[in-house]
Antibody
Framework: QVQLVQSGSELQKPGASVKVSCKAS????????LSWVRQAPGQGLQWMGW????????RYAQGFTGRFVFSLDTSASTAYVEISDLMPEDTAVYSC?????????????WGQGTLVSVSS | QSVLTQPPSVSAAPGQKVTVSCSGS????????VSWYQQLPGTAPKVLIY???KRPSGIPDRFSGSKSGTSATLGITGLQTGDEADYYC???????????FGTGTKVTVL
């Protein structure tokens, strides 16, 4: 069965970096694009962008350029988002979500989410 | 802020029906497919509706979707306590070249 399993919670200090992983299983990793979604505490869902798992080409949404980097390890069927120069306002749950290949622009599977807390 | 607007909350008694609206524009709902997601407390979102009105396998027919112009609507009939959750619409926005989520609606079963 399809699964997206993310790395565990992180507590980091302002100015540090963090790398969140999303390991896929149960399907051909390179056949489906992956998105990253942020949800700040008590807030709604915010699309951060997506990565073409076939080419490795990332596309970032407005507000997620510069400090955010999407990457892949296709040999491990794993996607990553790295956030540098962390700020307290980066405190949120970060989730990966798979774009369906048959439904137009819909996410059919989600990771469980990774809480990143930024505090001094 | 989001380009898709939803009411902050809706409520109804068990067994009743609720509708959740999602208002957008021609660059998103008007010309691109809408999907709906349910987020139970403390869990990841789950897709309920895709391509405006289609249900994935396993989603009960109590959940329905529709679209009219630049707005979409999620309907939930036979409301159950287990339906208490946050609901989000989503669509591709051609002007932003980005996927956009709605502001989210909390459904409460009275």
């Amino acid at each position: 069965q399809v699964q997206l399993v993310q790395s565990g919670s992180e507590l980091q200090k302002p100015g540090a970096s963090v790398k969140v992983s999303c390991k896929a299983s149960g399907y051909t990793f390179t056949s489906y694009a992956l998105s990253w979604v942020r949800q700040a505490p008590g807030q709604g869902l915010q699309w951060m962008g997506w990565i073409d798992t076939n080419t490795g080409n990332p596309r970032y949404a407005q507000g997620f350029t510069g400090r955010f980097v999407f990457s892949l390890d296709t040999s491990a069927s794993t996607a990553y988002v790295e956030i540098s120069d962390l700020m307290p306002e980066d405190t949120a749950v970060y989730s990966c979500a798979r774009f369906s290949s048959t439904w137009h622009y819909a996410f059919d599977y989600w990771g469980q989410g990774t809480l990143v807390s930024v505090s001094s | 802020q989001s380009v898709l607007t939803q009411p902050p909350s809706v409520s109804a008694a068990p067994g009743q029906k609720v509708t959740v609206s999602c208002s957008g524009s021609s660059s998103n709902i008007g010309n691109n497919y809408v999907s709906w997601y349910q987020q139970l407390p403390g869990t990841a979102p789950k897709v309920l509706i895709y391509e405006y009105d289609k249900r994935p396998s396993g989603i009960p027919d109590r959940f329905s979707g529709s679209k009219s112009g630049t707005s979409a609507t999620l309907g939930i009939t036979g409301l159950q306590t287990g339906d208490e959750a946050d609901y989000y619409c989503g669509a591709w926005d051609s002007n932003l070249s980005a996927f956009v989520f709605g502001t989210g609606t909390k459904v409460t079963v009275l």
